[in-house]
Every structure is written in structure tokens, then in C-alpha cells.
């Protein structure tokens, strides 16, 4: 199908699954602010810096094999990031080691999780902004041939 | 995303229940009867947290999120006061008063709202990723 091949060529399959990720991440931080007060709770994240080289490794193959801009981007099945068939992206969240434990055996750092959530944020916005101007491309030359 | 909205307001029910449970220690500072008009001091009471939501719609909701597992009774020694004329006075002259210690409580309260106000502004981001998602289509 022509819209098929047009939705799953160049930056748009890379855009989709970094929106898919800053959600998913978003449920963590959501999680852990939520839990800020539980007792023996161990904060829970999927580091973004895995998530790039996951994504740059399928980039990279994809421009080694047609150049880039064609064929659908392939992306790998790991422990970690897994694509469902429905299109979902699976985190397997980790508890990363470190942090101060307070007296109720709990993680927390309030600042650290703002500071992840406000970055996580413009990821999301960055992302959804550029797949935003590939959309009105799109629509700009719908429009011309129509 | 939607999922992500529940998670964040199980935090404020948390932390909303846990101020209701300040509440009612701060306003039974002084109760020395139970509801019957039995003499039976207030112990002070503590919400427990847990991760996790068992009142999420769906399977996976229900991993993440937070919920009181239980409100409990603070088992630490009534404090003792000498009342030798009060009807409920032991033999010693001293009535055993609520343990609510009010600056704890205050402290505890500071604490719930800060922990809901981090609720709050992580719901707040949220709802400017769903804004964002919904001006892809328009």
C-alpha cells in the first residue's frame, strides 16, 4: 500500500517508538512519585541512554541496508525493549542500584524523579513536534495533487 | 497514557487518606472515651502504603500505582497524666490520655501534602503529553 510504505519510511517509525518509550516511561516516573512514601519500595526505570543505542542499532542497520530512508525499521528483540505485535513497546523496568535508603527501607529522590519527568517531557514534546511537521509534509502534498 | 493518569491519582488517594488519618488523631487528642461511652483512650492510627492498585480496571494497571493496605493503631504506651479527681483515674491518681503526639502529626501532615503536590505535577505532565499526543491529528 502506498500509505503503508509512506508511514514507514524515514524518521517516522524512529519518531513512533521514541513516543511509545517517553510513555512508557512516563507510567514509571508516574509510579514512583506515586510511591514516594511506601515502605521497602525500590524505584523502578528503564534507562533512556539504553533505549537510544537500542533504537541507533536498528537505524544503523536500516541505512547500511537501503540507505536509510526506505524499507520499514527493524528493531531488536531484547530483555528490555521488546515490540509487540500489536505495535506496543514492552519496557522491562530495573531497579537501579544506589540512591540513599531512608528509614523505611524506601529509595526516594524527589529531585532525581522531577528532574527525569521534566526530561522525559521534552523528549515526548520533541518527538511529537517533529512527527508533527512530517504529518503537515504529508498533508501539504496531499493537498498540491489534489 | 490514560493508564498513567490512574497511577498518579492513586497517589493522591493515598496521600489524601493518610491526611484524613492525621485528621481524625489530631481531633481525638483528647478522647478518653470509645464510641459506646466506654473509658478506652484514642490510639493513635497510621496508614500503611503498598505499591500497587487492586482497584485498577485492567491486569497490568493494577502492578503499578499505590494503595493503603491497611490503617493501623499505634501500639506505643498511652501517655500517663495525674488526675486523682477524674472519674476514670486508677488507683494512683493517673488517667491514660491518647499517644498523639501533635508536632509528629503536623510533621507527617507536611509530609502527605508535599507527597500530594508531587502527584499533582506529575499528573500535570501528563496531561500536557496527552495535549500533545491529540494535536498529532488536528
Known amino acids: 500500500m502506498l500509505l ?25 516516573i508516574a509510579h514512583n512519585i506515586a510511591n514516594i512514601s511506601t ?24 541505512r547500511k541496508h537501503t540507505g536509510g530512508m526506505h524499507g520499514p525499521l527493524r528493531t531488536q528483540q531484547t530483555r528490555q525493549f521488546r515490540t509487540l505485535r500489536n505495535g506496543t513497546l514492552e519496557l522491562d523496568p530495573q531497579s537501579p542500584a544506589g540512591g540513599v535508603l531512608a528509614h523505611d527501607r524506601n529509595n526516594r529522590d524527589l529531585e532525581q524523579l522531577m528532574q527525569d519527568m521534566t526530561e522525559n517531557l521534552g523528549a515526548y514534546r ?21 | 497514557m490514560y493508564g498513567t493518569l490512574d497511577i498518579s491519582t492513586s497517589g493522591m ?63 506505643s504506651p498511652l501517655t500517663l497524666k495525674y488526675a486523682p479527681n477524674s472519674p476514670y483515674a486508677d488507683e494512683a491518681g493517673y488517667i491514660r490520655q491518647p499517644n498523639v503526639d501533635t508536632t509528629t502529626e503536623q ?7 508535599r507527597a500530594y503536590e508531587a502527584n499533582v505535577a506529575a499528573a500535570e505532565a501528563t496531561k500536557q503529553m496527552l495535549a500533545q499526543s491529540l494535536r498529532l491529528i488536528t
Do not use: C
Request: charged residues 20%.
Open chain 1, 126 to 146: 520533541l518527538a511529537t513536534d517533529l512527527m508533527r511537521s512530517q504529518m503537515d509534509i504529508l498533508r501539504v502534498s496531499i493537498t498540491q495533487r489534489v
Open chain 1, 39 to 62: 515502605p521497602n519500595f525500590q524505584q523502578k526505570d528503564v534507562a533512556p541512554e539504553d533505549f537510544q543505542a537500542w533504537l541507533s542499532e536498528a537505524i544503523q542497520s536500516l
Open chain 1, 4 to 28: 503503508d510504505s509512506i508511514l514507514s519510511s524515514g524518521a517516522l517509525p524512529s519518531l513512533e517508538r521514541s513516543i511509545r518509550f517517553a510513555a512508557g516511561r512516563q507510567k514509571l
Open chain 2, 107 to 113: 510533621i507527617d501532615a507536611m509530609e502527605a501534602v
Open chain 2, 13 to 75: 488517594v493515598a496521600q489524601r487518606t493518610r491526611l484524613d488519618v492525621i485528621s481524625a488523631n489530631i481531633a481525638n487528642k483528647g478522647t478518653l472515651l470509645d464510641a459506646q461511652g466506654q473509658y478506652s483512650p484514642y490510639r493513635r492510627r497510621i496508614a500503611y502504603f503498598a505499591a500497587g492498585n487492586p482497584n485498577a480496571a485492567s491486569r497490568g494497571g493494577q502492578a503499578l500505582g499505590v494503595h493503603v493496605a491497611e490503617i493501623g493503631q499505634d501500639q
